[in-house]
């Protein structure tokens, strides 16, 4: 069965940085675009980044454009987001997704997330 787990969230102070990590397995993780995506009480559903299958594609919401790098390794299957100069309204649950769509009903699979603080 499909399975992602995403670790490396935590508090963090605005201007800090961060990379969430996320290993996905029961599918062929090299194949497919993943995606992070994020939910808070204030915004809601926000689709953070998408990259494709071989890693030489990405997008990025305006919101996190020059902050936020999405990477992945294919021969580890894992998923990376590294957050940079990190806002207070970043802060969110952060999931890596399966996918690549704009609303949470476009992601049928995706993990229990990882909390992210930004607060001085």
């Known amino acids: 069965q499909l399975q992602f787990v995403e670790s490396g969230g935590g508090l963090m102070q605005p201007g800090g940085s961060l990379r969430l990590s996320c290993a996905a397995s029961?599918?062929?993780?090299?194949?497919?675009?993943m995606a992070w995506v994020r939910q808070s009480p204030r915004k809601g559903f926000e689709r953070v980044s998408v990259?494709?299958?071989?890693?030489?594609?990405?997008y990025y919401a305006d919101s996190v454009t020059g902050r936020f790098t999405i990477s992945r390794d294919n021969a580890k299957n894992m998923l990376y987001l590294q957050m940079n100069n990190p806002k207070p309204e970043d802060t969110a649950v952060y999931y890596c997704?399966?996918?690549?769509?704009?609303?949470?009903?476009?992601?049928?699979?995706w993990g229990q997330g990882t909390q992210v603080t930004v607060s001085s």
């Open positions: 029961g599918f062929k993780f090299s194949s497919r675009a």
């Open positions: 997704a399966l996918g690549i769509g704009e609303t949470a009903q476009d992601y049928d699979h």
């Open positions: 990259i494709n299958g071989g890693g030489s594609s990405a």
